[in-house]
């Protein structure tokens, strides 16, 4: 199956916490078996509403073929990190 998964991280991190927290959240799906498609930063954007404090985020786009333990798996971690502010993963159609 092929997810979308977008998720958000803190604007308080240095830039090099950031790029781990990204590398980190991709790699739970890689060692997952999860094939990453492709993935991007979308860049710190202001949020709709205030998230833990937090008024903007840094946004990042992952789009993987991936069986439903490594997107749980994904969701566990993300869900756990007090890096991410918020995820959400989407499912696409075939």
Known sequence: M????LFIV???LEEKAINDTFKKMEKVLV???AKVLSSK?????E???EI???KTGYYFLINVEADSKAINEF???ATLSEDVIRHI???LEK
């Open 31 to 33: 060692d997952k078996k």
């Open 52 to 54: 833990k404090k937090h």
């Open 47 to 49: 949020l709709a509403y």
């Open 75 to 77: 969701e566990r971690v």
């Open 10 to 12: 803190r604007p308080d």
């Open 41 to 45: 930063e979308l860049g710190q954007k």
């Open 89 to 91: 993963t989407i499912k």
């Open 2 to 5: 092929k997810y979308e998964i």
